[in-house]
């Protein structure tokens, strides 16, 4: 993508900036759905309908929201630090957006070919706690600051069983580039990573059940990182108002909830990338069938959207299922069940790649 | 070491039967409806705001009287020989000018005793319940047909009638106090 518009314009500058409106889009589109979506599943899991007023079953209530949003009056407590206060939400914003810069969309959709793209990802999503401590920090407010020492001890404990899983999918696969692990699972279902990989071996359907422990960790890990329920005791919001975003208002608010559903969609396609193939079709391209080749990469987008959309509604259906988890029980599930299990996973599929 | 795996099997299992059960809610028809465009059907012998079919009315005063809060005021004016005040629905004669017939629903508790005490049976509970009002004094509602001059001009006619009544009884009068002067003397 990047490559194909700097040949187009010829300057450096201007093609990477066109390449970061995509993701930005994205976010932003899914965002005003992904919203849409949440309240739609929640009102129907409860047995109500939620919006239906603003457009065909209420689809333009988040454009709503946002209007109002923009027009709120933007409130800085007297006593914030306001340096810190105004920077947080645009380094949360960062960290998640950052995140979007080497997921690969379809074969022609990413934004940069790097080697590193899944250790980039880890990294550039602890710029979020950096964010998150200085939002709790500099409104000096106690229910903030509580929430965002909750979320920096909860997003750096549920890093590790994350690394651990996205270490085992490195030794599997050899590589870090998201792009050449999403190449590898081509063609069929079969072979995606959670039926162990396209390499057709004994290796393989031993593989299987590991990598379904493996899958279900990293999901249960991610959810926790993006501080959705259960695990949203950072936010709680029938104990801490809304946690480290309590004194926010107006759009820096908005850029929070922003983050967090851009956050949502990321881990999904990290997921998503690992184990379920990616962009790549389950069954293989109608493009390739009817011989127009230029329909491929707009099928892999749709394969792409469709997975982490799934994973996503996946999330939203645990929200509304679970309770919240207390402190105690959180660290709990991390370092005594997750941690050990990853651990074993990671050495078993160690063991059985080298096979 | 076997306590922990059934705790982990405990938490994922018991994750996917609370998941089953939203799932299955995710397609049940919703309970609620839209409102304002859609409405519960009201019990039959529901009870919300009062309405008087005044043309029934004969002006008895009963429902006043029954009310506990005071809520109802009623005015009547007697009305004159030869004024035709028509007939209710089942029969009975009027003989009375409403002149004001007041109630202030926002007194009202929705008890119902003033209806039943109506002998033509004019007053009675609709199935109107969306009345809310911006000021209080919208919350009186008047129910009397006469208009203000009208009102006035019945209570006049009374009066006068009343005044004729009061002169031709004492052009009958002097006759008998002469009798009793008679008779003392």
């Known amino acids: 993508m990047y490559q194909f518009l700097y040949n187009l314009i010829g300057n450096e500058i201007i093609a990477g900036l066109l390449v970061a409106v995509v993701p930005l889009t994205i976010i932003l589109v899914f965002a005003l759905f992904g919203i849409w979506l949440e309240r739609k599943v929640s009102a129907h899991m409860q047995d109500r309908l939620g919006p239906m007023r603003t457009g065909w079953h209420g689809w333009l209530q988040t454009v709503a929201d946002l209007m109002k949003m923009l027009q709120k009056e933007d409130i800085i407590a007297t006593d914030a630090d306001k340096t810190l206060y105004n920077i947080a939400p645009v380094l949360v914003f960062t960290g998640s957006f950052a995140v979007y810069a080497v997921i690969p969309f379809s074969s022609k959709l990413l934004g940069s070919e790097v080697e590193i793209g899944l250790f980039y990802v880890l990294a550039i999503s602890s710029l979020v706690v950096a964010g998150i401590l200085m939002a709790g920090w500099s409104a000096n407010n106690k229910y903030s600051l509580l929430g965002a020492m909750r979320a920096a001890a909860q997003i750096i404990s549920y890093e590790i069983p994350t690394a651990l899983i996205v270490l085992s999918m490195v030794m599997l696969t050899g590589t870090l580039s998201l792009d050449k692990i999403s190449q590898m699972q081509t063609s069929s279902f079969w072979n995606w990573n959670i039926f162990g990989g396209a390499i057709f071996s004994l290796s393989k359907f031993l593989l299987i059940p590991f990598m379904f422990v493996g899958a279900l960790i990293i999901f249960i890990s991610t959810l926790a990182e993006v501080n959705r329920v259960p695990f949203d005791i950072p936010e709680a919001e029938s104990e801490l108002v809304a946690g480290y975003f309590t004194e926010y208002c107006g759009m820096k608010w908005g850029m929070f909830m922003l983050a967090e559903y851009g956050n949502m969609f990321a881990v999904s396609a990290i997921i998503s990338i690992l184990f379920f193939g990616g962009y790549q079709s389950p069954f293989g391209y109608l493009g390739n069938t009817i011989g127009a080749q230029w329909l491929v990469p707009f099928e892999q987008g749709f394969w792409f959207l469709a997975k982490g959309l799934t994973l996503v509604f996946v999330q939203m259906w645990l929200r509304w299922t679970l309770p919240r988890l207390r402190v105690d029980q959180l660290m709990t599930v991390c370092w005594k069940y997750l941690i050990p299990y990853a651990f074993i996973n990671l050495i078993i599929i160690g063991i059985i790649s080298i096979l | ?185």
């Open chain 2, 1 to 185: 070491m076997k306590q922990y795996l059934r705790n982990t099997w405990d938490g994922i299992f018991t994750v996917l039967v609370g998941m089953k059960v939203t799932f299955k809610h995710l397609f049940t028809p919703a309970v609620t409806i839209q409102y304002p465009d859609v409405k519960v059907k009201l019990p039959e012998r529901v009870r919300n705001r009062l309405y008087v079919n005044m043309d029934d009315c004969i002006g008895c005063d009963q429902c006043s009287r029954a009310c506990p809060v005071s809520c109802i005021e009623i005015e009547t004016v007697k009305s004159i020989p030869g004024e035709d005040l028509g007939i209710t629905s089942n029969g009975k004669k009027k003989a009375l000018w409403v002149t004001k017939f007041d109630i202030d629903i926002a007194k009202c508790c929705y008890c119902q005793l003033c209806v039943f005490p109506c002998p033509t049976e004019c007053i009675y509970m609709t199935d109107v319940y969306e009345f809310a009002e911006y000021e209080r004094s919208n919350f009186l509602y008047k129910f009397a047909t006469l208009t203000d001059e009208e009102a006035v001009q019945k209570k006049l006619n009374y009066e006068k009638f009343q005044a004729e009544k009061a002169a031709a009884a004492a052009k009958l009068k002097p006759e008998t106090p002469a009798q009793t002067e008679n008779k003392s003397e």
